[in-house]
């Protein structure tokens, strides 16, 4: 069946350095691989997509990539601060359009000052 | 543009009641999924829907649970005879039409039910 796998500790970085996270995926050949911010008691916020065909995609502080031969993607934060403290989640979907869309369980990040 | 706006916030029912989670897009999406969050858990997919069709619910339970998406209204998720397991926060996602842009999900603030 289809897996997604993301860091199963939680992450902690010290301010300033850079926080990498880690999806790894079986069983599937996405389309698009997204990543979404969560913080307690609130719902997911999305951040980034990237596509099969694409290797790398950035946003200010953030870096996705995505290699589909190693089934993973990596998520990249920056100059991390507090404020980036939350879970992420990794996301996948497939072509069709009636796709849903396959979460992962997450990494809690915390940035210490 | 008001985002996703689900309500309730907050449920308690007692258990063998009726539970009803109601879910408002954002305007111009015709995509809805309903999502189950158990604390320190991933987001579990429970139905896709598009207006007054259920296009996917593999991860609906085959009993006590149902959904809908009117024509008018909002979409509904409805739990019937709920019992202390189905306690959970459920998070409402809507998207938009067109390719590319479908497939990013916008999420509500959920609402989480208590069952006692």
């Known amino acids: 069946s289809q897996k997604i796998e993301q860091n199963s500790e939680a992450l902690n970085i010290q301010e300033g350095k850079t926080a990498t996270l880690t999806c790894n995926y079986t069983n599937y050949s996405p389309a698009y691989l997204q990543w979404y911010r969560q913080d307690p008691g609130r719902g997911p916020v999305f951040l980034l997509l990237i596509r099969e065909n694409e290797k790398e995609k950035r946003k200010e502080r953030l870096k996705v990539t995505f290699d589909t031969t190693l089934k993973q993607s990596l998520f990249h934060i920056t100059a991390s601060q507090p404020a980036d403290s939350a879970t992420y989640l990794c996301?996948?979907?497939?072509?069709?359009?009636?796709?849903?869309?396959?979460f992962g369980s997450g990494t809690r990040l915390s940035i210490r000052p | 543009n008001a985002g996703v706006m689900q309500n309730p916030r907050h449920l308690v029912r007692r258990r063998g009641q009726e539970a009803r989670l109601r879910c408002s897009p954002m305007k111009g999406h015709s995509h809805v999924y309903w999502y189950r969050q158990l604390p320190e858990e991933g987001l579990k997919f429970m139905v896709y829907?598009?207006?007054?069709?259920?296009?996917?619910e593999s991860g609906m339970p085959k009993e006590r649970f149902s959904a809908e998406f009117p024509k008018e209204g909002p979409s509904i998720l409805r739990i019937q005879q709920v019992v202390r397991g189905d306690s959970a926060a459920y998070f409402c996602?809507?998207?938009?039409?067109?390719?590319?842009?479908?497939?990013?999900?916008?999420f509500g603030a959920g609402t989480r039910l208590s069952v006692l």
């Open positions: 996602a809507s998207s938009p039409t067109g390719a590319g842009e479908e497939y990013i999900q916008y």
């Open positions: 829907l598009q207006k007054e069709n259920i296009i996917d």
């Open positions: 996301a996948l979907t497939g072509y069709s359009s009636a796709s849903k869309i396959i």
